[in-house]
């Protein structure tokens, strides 16, 4: 069950050995970077300032405009001849970032996923489809490479084209997929169209679902559709990408591999660490990259360390489902809202589709908020009184939890935009 039995399960104390070990190696190594050298003598801090790994704290922050200010090559801390692949973030909050990695990192990062992948239950025999996006996006290749390690038979369909997805599925058996979850329930309506049923017609087992935030809701109302069991993958590509976060079979939480990252919750205003198991940002320290280590990168993606052992035996500490980035934050009439508690209330409405969009408005002074919901296609026609109630349960539930009343505007199934990349769930239009 284990794919690297010795260090999934390494005692804590030996693995916060490991830790320190690492972690110096890679001070030295980001030392060399255009920016880290800068940075460490600035402020007269290196190497020497470690003895314990504690002392990270004495080191600054790095941001993803740090990143965007040293475009392109102002973090590499090898000789460029030793750089074998370029990836770059996807950009959903902005330009986007690239990193690099040496020959040595793309074996490391394989390897996380096999474990991964491993620890969720994909064999070699599993036939893969990769539904992700292949090229500057880090879900196609870095999942590819690892379920090749596996020794699993990989069909890399990239993302979109969702009847070519399906017959892929059908015609080869795919026991398991990788999907972004707003993806895989976009898929389900076109499994609706071609009459299949997604769980009678065809074999797959097993789903990473990654790459945005995602309720458990969504997760359950993934599995009933497709009767697979899903699990949470989180990665982002200034840490590799996928294969840093994953769900164990237990599912509650994803061991995060502190093997290879160093991970601090901070609150996101004071910056100062929060108590173990509360609530805050993820920062975390590359312990293993050499072509492009981060020291104490800002993930701004929220969530808390589960301080209790886990039962499947790994010790590498577990954090909670990300629940949104902290620049995902609406806030609206002095109200601070996350799309995250629009989705979990409308996943627990019967009647509610697979998707749904936020808009803001400004009209004067007035701000105001529209929720538009997909809403299954039998509420349209006849009777239209069915479709007013939904609509009044919607309003009455969605204040009840953010305190505000939205407007709610109820559509067809698979009538809200989708791209083939991470869903878009707010539209502000306030700003002028
Ligand atoms: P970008 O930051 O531009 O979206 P990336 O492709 O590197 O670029 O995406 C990483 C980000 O995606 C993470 O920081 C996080 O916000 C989000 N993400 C990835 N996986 C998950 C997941 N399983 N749950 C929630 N959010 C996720
Ligand atoms: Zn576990």
């Known amino acids: 069950m284990y794919w690297e039995k010795e260090v999934e399960t390494m005692d804590r104390s030996k693995l916060e050995a490991a830790q320190l070990v690492a972690l110096q190696d890679t001070l030295i190594k980001a030392e060399k970077s255009y920016y880290y050298g800068k940075t460490f003598q600035e402020k007269g801090i290196g190497v020497s300032s470690v003895k314990s790994l504690l002392d990270i704290t004495k080191f600054p922050f790095t941001t993803k405009d740090d990143l965007r200010e040293h475009w392109p090559y102002g973090f590499?801390?090898?000789?460029?001849?030793?750089?074998?692949?370029?990836?770059?973030?996807?950009?959903?909050?902005?330009?986007?970032?690239?990193?690099?990695?040496?020959?040595?990192?793309?074996?490391?990062?394989?390897?996380?996923?096999?474990?991964?992948?491993?620890?969720?239950?994909?064999?070699?025999?599993?036939?893969?489809?990769?539904?992700?996006?292949?090229?500057?996006?880090?879900?196609?290749?870095?999942?590819?490479?690892?379920?090749?390690?596996?020794?699993?038979?990989?069909?890399?369909?990239?993302?979109?084209?969702?009847?070519?997805?399906?017959?892929?599925?059908?015609?080869?058996?795919?026991?398991?997929?990788?999907?972004?979850?707003?993806y895989a329930l976009h898929l389900s309506t076109v499994f609706d169209e071609l009459k299949l049923d997604p769980r009678k017609d065809t074999s797959v087992k097993i789903a990473f679902l990654g790459a945005e935030p995602h309720t458990e809701k969504m997760r359950k109302k993934i599995e009933e559709i497709y009767g697979y069991k899903a699990f949470n993958s989180y990665g982002l590509s200034e840490m590799n990408g996928p294969g840093v976060a994953f769900e164990c079979p237990y599912q509650e939480g994803m061991h995060i591999w502190e093997d290879s990252f160093l991970v601090e919750i901070i609150d996101s205003k004071t910056l100062q660490p929060v108590p173990d198991g509360e609530e805050g940002e993820l920062v975390m320290t590359s312990l293993q990259k050499e072509g492009m280590?981060?020291?104490?990168?800002?993930?701004?993606?929220?969530?808390?360390?589960?301080?209790?052992?886990?039962?499947?035996?790994?010790?590498?500490?577990?954090?909670?489902?990300?629940?949104?980035?902290?620049?995902?934050?609406?806030?609206?009439?002095?109200?601070?809202?996350?799309?995250?508690?629009?989705e979990k209330k409308l996943m627990d409405i019967p009647g509610v589709g697979t998707?749904?969009?936020?808009?803001?408005?400004?009209?004067?002074?007035?701000?105001?908020?529209?929720?538009?919901?997909?809403?299954?296609?039998?509420?349209f026609s006849g009777d239209l009184k069915q479709l007013e109630k939904l609509k009044k349960k919607i309003i009455e539930e969605l204040k009840g939890e953010i305190?505000?009343?939205?407007?709610?505007?109820?559509?067809?199934?698979?009538?809200?935009?989708?791209?083939?990349?991470?869903?878009?769930?707010?539209?502000?239009?306030?700003k002028e």
């Not at 990192?105 to 292949?134: E, H, P, S």
């Not at 998707?355 to 509420?379: C, P, S």
């Not at 991470?422 to 306030?430: G, M």
Request: charged residues 25%; proline residues 5%.
């Open 76 to 182: 590499t801390a090898v000789p460029k001849d030793e750089l074998v692949r370029m990836h770059s973030s996807s950009g959903t909050t902005g330009r986007a970032t690239v990193v690099f990695h040496t020959a040595k990192d793309i074996a490391v990062w394989t390897n996380l996923l096999a474990r991964c992948l491993y620890m969720a239950g994909m064999r070699k025999g599993d036939i893969f489809q990769n539904m992700m996006t292949y090229g500057l996006f880090t879900g196609g290749l870095g999942f590819h490479y690892g379920a090749e390690k596996i020794g699993a038979l990989v069909i890399p369909a990239g993302a979109g084209n969702s009847k070519r997805q399906i017959q892929l599925m059908r015609d080869f058996t795919t026991t398991a997929v990788h999907v972004i979850p707003s």
């Open 293 to 342: 280590p981060l020291i104490r990168y800002r993930t701004k993606d929220l969530t808390r360390i589960i301080p209790e052992p886990c039962a499947c035996g790994r010790t590498h500490r577990r954090i909670e489902r990300i629940k949104g980035r902290s620049d995902d934050m609406l806030i609206l009439k002095g109200v601070n809202i996350f799309p995250m508690q629009i």
């Open 355 to 379: 998707n749904f969009l936020i808009i803001l408005t400004r009209e004067g002074y007035n701000d105001d908020m529209t929720v538009k919901v997909e809403v299954g296609k039998q509420y």
């Open 403 to 430: 305190l505000i009343t939205p407007k709610v505007e109820l559509v067809e199934p698979d009538s809200i935009p989708k791209g083939e990349g991470k869903a878009v769930r707010v539209i502000d239009n306030r």
